[in-house]
T-cell receptor, first 113, second 114 residues
Framework: GNSVTQMEGPVTLSEEAFLTINCTYTATGYPSLFWYVQYPGEGLQLLLK?????DKGSNKGFEATYRKETTSFHLEKGSVQVSDSAVYFC????????????FGRGTSLIVHP | SQTIHQWPATLVQPVGSPLSLECTVEGTSNPNLYWYRQAAGRGLQLLFYSVGIGQISSEVPQNLSASRPQDRQFILSSKKLLLSDSGFYLCAWSATGTSGYEQYFGPGTRLTVT
């Protein structure tokens, strides 16, 4: 079956530091890949997505590239802000008739001033 | 534009009491609908999903049930709550179809069973 593996958190950074949150996946075919963000006490929000190999999703300074050769979709941001503190979830939706997304366990990001 | 509503926002219920959480979606038709539970500090657990009125699939055995009485309404219920039912319940929808479609989540319901 499909699976998503994210790096363990929490990730603790100072403001303006570079962020990488690793995500690798296992899936057959050509899944669509997503990053969601969850701020404290809220539901998840779509941050970015990529639907085919070599696509780069980007939003709010975050970006991730769909790497089929390494089955990865790492999230990056060049300069984090305190307001980026949240939990980040990597997810995929398989091709070929699946209604069910597969989520990683989430990575907590804490940004200090 | 599409919106998703959940209520109540918070709920404190005693063990053995019934439960009804409601989710409604506006601005789209025939969505796929999902109920998730998130325990404190943990990831998402898919409880139920629905691809149409009256069509419910359960992902985990439990004392919860779900119903979809209308196209854009999804209800999570229990006849008798357990302490282990405490958590953050999230409803989500996605467009009809199977690939490339992201999910949109509601604001969640914080349930505490005492």
């Amino acid at each position: 079956g499909n699976s998503v593996t994210q790096m363990e958190g929490p990730v603790t950074l100072s403001e303006e530091a570079f962020l990488t949150i690793n995500c690798t996946y296992t899936a057959t075919g050509y899944p669509s890949l997503f990053w969601y963000v969850q701020y404290p006490g809220e539901g998840l929000q779509l941050l970015l997505k990529a639907t085919k190999a070599d696509d780069k999703g980007s939003n709010k300074g975050f970006e991730a590239t769909y790497r089929k050769e390494t089955t990865s979709f790492h999230l990056e941001k060049g300069s984090v802000q305190v307001s980026d503190s949240a939990v980040y979830f990597c997810a995929l939706r398989g091709s070929g008739g699946s209604y069910i997304p597969t989520f990683g366990r989430g990575t907590s990001l804490i940004v200090h001033p | 534009s599409q919106t998703i509503h959940q209520w109540p926002a918070t709920l404190v219920q005693p063990v053995g009491s019934p439960l009804s959480l409601e989710c409604t979606v506006e601005g789209t038709s025939n969505p796929n609908l999902y109920w998730y539970r998130q325990a404190a500090g943990r990831g998402l657990q898919l409880l139920f999903y629905s691809v149409g009125i009256g069509q419910i699939s359960s992902e985990v055995p439990q004392n919860l049930s779900a119903s979809r009485p209308q196209d854009r309404q999804f209800i999570l219920s229990s006849k008798k709550l357990l302490l282990s039912d405490s958590g953050f319940y999230l409803c989500a929808w996605s467009a009809t179809g199977t690939s490339g479609y992201e999910q949109y989540f509601g604001p969640g319901t914080r349930l505490t069973v005492t």
